[in-house]
């Protein structure tokens, strides 16, 4: 019995869900999103309710029913209000900027990084050591935001580099610390 798989979806005002086959289209006022899912799953949209059923107890099955449905949600909630990432840069001269649709990060190289702003991913930078990445797609989000963290993740004796907001680094100590 998957918790997760048996809530239904409930439909917010002004998103809009179109099924046609397994290819599922949801329309909001932030954005459109689709996606193809997995044929052994069905899916029943009926007044603005989603329920996401299973055919029977196999082991794919059971697997694909939450993931189906944890799926949709999140396309639902993404177009109704965006996914956000917030990372932070520590480290003596270590700086973000946007040129354009362009993130320009100076994080220790000989050489500034430039990164190009994906389909539908947008970069904020409100303060030199701060960056937001910002999307209607989760999963695009999450990829773009570690992207941009693995150009200089954070070192764990003096903390330098970039770290997400909520992550903690768990700090080493030095040789010298008996």
């Known amino acids: 019995m998957s918790r997760v ?3 239904p979806i409930t439909v917010p005002e002004g998103v809009e869900v179109k099924l046609d086959g397994h290819k599922i289209t949801v329309k909001g006022p932030k954005g459109t999103l689709e996606k193809d899912l997995h044929s052994n799953i069905s899916i029943k949209i009926e007044n603005g309710i989603i329920t996401v059923t299973r055919p029977d107890d196999e082991p794919l099955n059971r697997s694909l029913h939450g993931l189906t449905r944890t799926l949709i949600n999140n396309m639902i909630q993404g177009v109704s209000k965006e996914y956000t990432k917030e990372l932070e840069i520590n480290g003596v001269g270590y700086r973000a900027a946007k040129q354009g649709k362009t993130l320009v990060l100076t994080l220790g190289y000989s050489h500034p990084i430039n990164m190009e702003e994906p389909e539908g991913i947008t970069y904020e930078v409100p303060n030199p050591n701060s960056i937001i990445v910002r999307g209607v797609d989760k999963e695009l989000v999450g990829q773009m935001a570690a ?22 680094i768990r700090r080493k100590e030095g040789k010298t610390g008996k």
């Not at 693995?150 to 004796?157: I, L």
């Not at 003096?158 to 997400?164: C, D």
């Open 5 to 7: 798989g048996n809530k």
């Open 147 to 168: 992207e941009v963290r693995k150009q200089r993740p954070p070192e764990v004796y003096r903390g330098k580099g970039i770290k997400y907001v909520d992550e903690h």
